[in-house]
């Protein structure tokens, strides 16, 4: 069976109509063997037009169905994700590279943010506030805010729009989605699954779950409509320089979830070998593809010699392969540009005093695929690349003595999305969560960088974008607020003492 043969039995399998990924004219590929696996047909510029009216028709109904039943559609989907499990995960794995233990974690991802959802769907509370008027109540309600558009990235390509479409919908919120132009085939399974569950819904309106693939073109429609009230958009940091811009000149809403470049500090106090496990994880899992991924690791002097060279042992043994015809930990790079961006950034670790390990590009199937072993990089200081995240399984390691110019070093980059530090030691540990600690929005303790669970809010500060998607009260972001006060006296006082007598 080829690659080609089987996705397309599993998308069949899945529900998708053949002529959805077929003669369409925009290829589609395989990172593990770089073959193209379906062609799909891009949206047209008339197409997205239609989709954004669409959504708005749907909005004007479904944001008056009660919450609570918005949230049983969320269930039905929850329940059709976990019957498509299996499959779906497959899927991510043919089409992002990823293992299938990794391409399954994402389903999982999705059904745990649909479980959250219905929750929520019971539990969209607004506040009582005390009010300085007799006669008075003070209160917030929470609505619908309006079409939310949806722009999600290669490496997690069904998990991040579950996030945002279980959330979006509970609220009261139609979606469209543009996935990423390297996965649209696990996008279109989505939706059918999804579409399963409207059916058994029976009542939502027409339109109001949408996607549109094709590219940046795409992405600019929504950007631009000022009928789509919150872009949601999951990508590099130069990508979102462009939409955060746009969506702000229309007083749009925009939740900017970008690029990260994440950092783990391990302490004299850690325990190593877990520390070893979860850096070998946090940065070598997902082929380095994830936005949480590890990128750069601070050890104290007194621990380096003992961490780094047992690290390096992992490095060299981590097999590198095939994620669907072996045991392999790290599977492919998405296509040939990742692996030229990790190969010049290894170029110039080295032009900046670094000592890499591993990053060589092993033959593993027709030339079109890019497997690399990943890097470990032993730098003398945080220069060059390092202030950079490649999107790739490079470790820059570095050597400190004091907690306080790790903590600085640690901040010192763009991106604040995720951190970690490894220790014993509680005022270590309770410093780095502190005000003058970390600087992004995850920052653990004793565990990676990545791997976070849906019921914490996800995102991070600075050139991440300050955006925060999933858990906790995320879901504000998809609802506007109104703030009412009702007077049920038979009297009209001012607030602030103001007299006005007419
Ligand atoms: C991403 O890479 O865009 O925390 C999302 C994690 C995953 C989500 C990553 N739960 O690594």
Redesign the pocket.
Known sequence: MTLRTDTEALLATLGVDRSAFTGGGMASFSPITGEEIADVAPATAEEAAAAIARASAAFRVWRMVPAPKRGELIRLFGEELRAAKAELGRLVSIEAGKSPSEGA??VQ?MIDICDFAVGLSRQLYGLTIATERPGHRMMETWHPLGVVGVI??F??PV??WSWNTALALVCGDPVIWKPSEKTPLTALASMAVLARALKRFGEAPEGLVQVLIGGAEVGAALVDSPDVALVSA?GSTRMGRIVGPKVAARFGRAIL?LG?NNAGIVCPSADLDMALRAVAFGAM??AG?????LRRLFVHEDVYDTLVPGLIRAYDSVTVGNPLESSALVGPLIDGAAYRAMQAALAAARAAGGTVHGGERVAIGPDTAFYARPALVEMPEQTGPVLEETFAPILYVMKYSDFDAAIEAHNAVGAGL?SSVFTTDLREMELFLSARGSDCG?ANVNIG??????GGA?GGEKETGGGRE?GSDAWKGYMRRATNTINYSRDLPLAQGVVFDI
């Open positions: 974690g994402e991802e999600s990235a490496n997690f998990a991040v999951t979830e990260g899992g997902t593809q994830r936005c949480t991924t995720s995850i960088t990545s791997g976070a669970e849906i996800f999933s």
